[in-house]
């Protein structure tokens, strides 16, 4: 089975700290979005890497970074965190091609800016 | 940019048919897809539409129309199990897959 594997399920941060959220895929995808969900606001894009050090920006990039060294990790960066920062991030990967229902999704990381 | 749109809640009866509409624009389009979250959990794979059409899966249909940019979920024989959050993305090109906000589904008894 495909396994998408977020490294912390639920962080408590204090504002201006710098954050770290990891991903790690085991099926070789090229494609892997970083996202974040909030009630009544959906799934939003913030990030999203179709190769090994390439990145673009999704909808709402602004306050995170991410990067892409090798081709399994896709982490998230939140250079100082902020209270508004706070929500559940999911990380998610494809192959390139036909995605199909090739696209999986972790199990989701909560953060909480304090 | 992309937009997407679908209702914010349904409330079904369980046995019920229940369909859940989508309409989306986008720069590009490489495929429709919905997905099944419940509270505190990630989405789940539904289905995946990227021709006219009508895919059906067990209990669960998925519809698109390309040219009208719309898209449905149709799920039958409602169970109290179903009730859950139905989230409708497209994939653009370059695989840029964008979410709506989700359809809140509650179905009773």
């Known amino acids: 089975d495909v396994k998408v594997t977020q490294s912390s399920r639920y962080l408590v941060k204090r504002t201006g700290e710098k954050v770290f959220l990891e991903c790690v895929q085991d099926m070789d995808h090229e494609n892997m979005f970083w996202y974040r969900q909030d009630p009544g606001l959906g799934l939003r894009l913030i990030y999203f890497?179709?190769?090994?050090?390439?990145?673009e920006k999704g909808d709402i990039p602004e306050g995170y970074s991410v990067s892409r060294e090798k081709k399994e990790r896709f982490s998230l960066i939140l250079e100082s965190a902020s209270t508004n920062q706070t929500s559940m991030y999911l990380c998610?990967?494809?192959?390139?091609?036909?995605?199909?229902?090739?696209?999986?999704f972790g199990e989701g990381s909560w953060l909480t800016v304090v | 940019g992309q937009n997407i749109d679908q209702p914010t809640e349904m409330t079904a009866t369980e046995g019920a048919i229940v369909q859940i509409n989508c309409t989306y624009q986008?720069?590009?389009?490489?495929?429709l897809f919905w997905y099944q979250q419940h509270a505190g959990e990630a989405p789940t794979f539904l289905s995946y539409?990227?021709?006219?059409g009508l895919e059906e899966k067990g209990r669960f249909s998925s519809f698109l129309s390309r040219s009208k940019g719309y898209s449905y979920l149709l799920l039958k024989e409602l169970q109290m199990k179903d009730s859950a959050s139905y989230l409708c993305a497209a994939m653009e090109y370059g695989n840029k897959l964008v979410f709506g906000a989700g359809t809140i589904l509650r179905v009773k008894s």
């Open positions: 986008t720069s590009g389009f490489n495929g």
């Open positions: 998610a990967s494809c192959p390139t091609g036909l995605p199909g229902n090739t696209i999986y």
């Open positions: 890497s179709y190769d090994v050090k390439m990145k």
């Open positions: 539409n990227v021709l006219d």
